[in-house]
T-cell receptor
Framework: DSGVTQTPKHLITATGQRVTLRCSPR?????VYWYQQSLDQGLQFLIQ???????AKGNILERFSAQQFPDLHSELNLSSLELGDSALYFC???????????FGEGSWLTVV | DQQVKQNSPSLSVQEGRISILNCDYT??????FLWYKKYPAEGPTFLIS?????DKNEDGRFTVFLNKSAKHLSLHIVPSQPGDSAVYFCAAHPRGSQGNLIFGKGTKLSVKP
């Protein structure tokens, strides 16, 4: 158990819909990262937050957004969903300045 | 353009033998490298790491070697055990990137009893 908690574990939704994925980082970690893993793809970095502020942005679509709240939990919002958005979405966290990030178990999103 | 490449999608090894997983990178600004192990339906688990100022790091059965001139790193598992069967991801940390990692596509290791 990494200490990073993600909900929901599985989600099935229709095209055009909007979903929210939730993440609680490890106790004491200020940085939260979101990654996407599609079929046959590696882990693609989406976005990073540090203590409530956006720190870095990767290959995140404009239809996607995220935020980190004062209690440090984070949400990833995916809107106008398309079939190609079906993937495993991982949240990870790290201590301030740390190079090692710790992953949650992921949220499996299926868009039908 | 992939900055971190794992050119072998899969590897099969006999129990007790050595497993060698390889990773190549293109960006000379990477200052830290990590290996993660992932079982199906679970998140990646941190395994071992190495700073770019070192060429070897060992932790039990796992050793990571870094060849900066060749921009190549490898993970050695000795002896391999059936429980090591998983997907292994190589990851690199760009200097000054505040923590986000760049991952390879992974190598699926199968250790046969």
């Amino acid at each position: 158990d990494s200490g990073v908690t993600q909900t929901p574990k599985h989600l099935i939704t229709a095209t055009g819909q909007r979903v929210t994925l939730r993440c609680s980082p490890r106790s004491g970690d200020l940085s939260v990262y979101w990654y996407q893993q599609s079929l046959d793809q590696g882990l693609q970095f989406l976005i990073q937050y540090y203590n409530g502020e956006e720190r870095a942005k990767g290959n995140i679509l404009e239809r996607f957004s995220a935020q980190q709240f004062p209690d440090l939990h984070s949400e990833l919002n995916l809107s106008s969903l398309e079939l190609g958005d079906s993937a495993l979405y991982f949240c990870a966290s790290s201590v301030s300045g740390g190079n090692t990030i710790y992953f949650g178990e992921g949220s499996w999103l299926t868009v039908v | 353009d992939q900055q971190v490449k794992q050119n072998s999608p899969s590897l099969s090894v006999q129990e007790g033998r050595i497993s060698i997983l390889n990773c190549d990178y293109t960006n000379s600004m990477f200052d830290y490298f990590l290996w993660y192990k992932k079982y199906p339906a679970e998140g990646p688990t941190f395994l071992i790491s190495i700073s770019s100022i070192k060429d070897k790091n060992e932790d039990g059965r796992f050793t990571v070697f870094l060849n900066k001139s060749a921009k190549h790193l490898s993970l050695h598992i000795v002896p391999s055990q059936p429980g090591d069967s998983a997907v292994y991801f190589c990851a690199a940390h760009p200097r000054g990137s505040q923590g986000n990692l760049i991952f390879g596509k992974g190598t699926k290791l199968s250790v046969k009893p």
